[in-house]
């Protein structure tokens, strides 16, 4: 049980993650149905949103680096130049799972990217050589039958709502989504292990740094996507507000999913993360008028029902190394 204290600060984690995506979600799905002004103009740049999310949460977390969480003499940070390679990968996955939205709907994204586990699973056991238990398999198995049933099944209401519908296109960029996070994720991990004395907030603001300027070059170097994307802004100030609060709800999920990871461990945080992907779901059905289908709503089940198991499975294996190496 938790104590008084440890219960509000998990509580304040929760809360802080729910509003933060959850609102971010909204907005996301705005951007993407969304058409704007009188000539019904849809928002150009989906894949950009990465990159705008990336300035602001550099500024954020350099700020809180500057005042609140200066580096102490005696800590040993990986220089910034370490992150460069990381957020090559975490600059085009997320681009393909925003690019995804004009393909599928929100929901089917939202499922899609739910999944990280089936990709990890298979490079692990063509690459590495691992095996994996039963349970897991199964989690998988459940997964997988998840995702299909969805995929096999759409309401022609969401579907008229998507500005190019493909879903074999859209749950392909999901998937390298995914593929390109697993790389990125181990990258990062590497990172840590070297220096160990890394804050969350310290990696957060130079991942950002380089996302970010990689956008840049891209946006306003090799293509002009970043001057229409100005120019679609200063035409339509609703969506550059859109953006904006787009950009601040990131800035602020990300710092509570570092302090919940730091507090409580990855496993608390999967299982936030986890139930509250379920609820952006419910919360695009409910408020942007995204209705499921029955046989969808069972593959939403199918989905998390695997993703916990397995999450809370994960977490009573690792109890248990702990307290044996003790």
């Known amino acids: 049980m938790f104590e008084p204290r440890t219960a509000a600060w998990l509580l304040l984690c929760v809360v802080g993650i729910y509003a933060s995506y959850l609102t971010q979600g909204v907005v996301q799905e705005k951007l993407s149905t969304t058409r704007y002004g009188a000539a019904g103009e849809r928002f150009p740049e989906l894949k950009a949103l990465n990159g705008v999310q990336s300035v602001a949460c550099f500024v954020w977390a350099g700020l809180l680096l500057l005042f609140v969480q200066p580096p102490r003499k005696d800590q040993k940070f990986p220089p910034f130049t370490a992150f460069w390679k990381p957020a090559v990968t975490n600059s085009i996955g997320p681009a393909c799972g925003y690019e995804a939205l ?18 990890v699973m298979i490079m692990g056991t063509l690459i590495g050589g691992k095996y994996y238990s039963v349970l897991e398999y199964g989690c998988a198995a459940m997964i997988a039958a998840g995702i299909s049933l969805f995929a096999s099944h759409s309401s022609a209401v969401v579907t008229r709502k998507l500005a190019a519908p493909n879903a074999p296109l859209g749950y392909f960029l999901c998937f390298t989504n995914l593929m390109f996070d697993g790389y990125t994720n181990a990258t990062q991990d590497e990172i840590n292990k070297q220096f160990r004395d890394t804050t969350a907030i310290y990696t957060m603001c130079w991942m950002n740094f380089w996302c970010g300027l990689y956008y840049a070059v891209y946006l306003f170097g090799f293509s002009s996507s970043g001057w229409k994307l100005v120019q ?19 800035a602020i999920g990300q710092l509570f999913i570092f302090f919940t990871i730091r507090k409580f461990g990855s496993l608390v945080n999967t299982l936030i ?28 089940g199918l989905v998390f029902a695997g993703l916990l198991v397995s999450a809370v499975t994960k977490g009573k294996r690792h109890q248990l190394v702990s307290n044996k190496t003790k």
């Open 102 to 119: 004009k393909n599928i709907s929100y929901p089917a994204q939202v499922l899609a990217k739910s999944c990280k586990m089936i990709p």
């Open 232 to 250: 679609f802004c200063l035409q339509h100030t609703d969506a550059a507000w859109d953006i904006a609060l787009f950009c601040l709800c990131g």
């Open 273 to 300: 993360t986890t139930t509250r992907k379920f609820f952006n779901i419910l919360l695009s059905v409910v408020w942007n008028g995204n209705p499921l289908l029955p046989q969808q709503w069972v593959a939403v």
